[in-house]
């Protein structure tokens, strides 16, 4: 496993489902969502909640979304 944390580019569906991300060297077309789950946040931090997908595209990878818009790859796991 590899923590990331990257900020990355992702093409969704209407529902805000993953279907491509890419990140500084490559393109990944996900072919399935494994999991999904929500994460709170330290509000009085300044952070956002965030939406966690566990997809598979080509490897196994964590991607999140925050309410604020941004996308991230935050694990790959080996």
Known sequence: ???LRQTIKVVADADGRPLQFTTR????RVTQI???WREGSAWWAGEVPRWFF???AG???DLSHGDDGD???EVAWD
Not at 25 to 28: E, G, N
């Open 34 to 36: 494994l999991e999904t």
């Open 54 to 56: 566990r997809v598979e």
């Open 71 to 73: 996308w991230r790859l």
């Open 1 to 3: 496993m590899r923590r």
């Open 25 to 28: 060297y490559d393109t990944y």
């Open 59 to 61: 490897g196994t990878f």
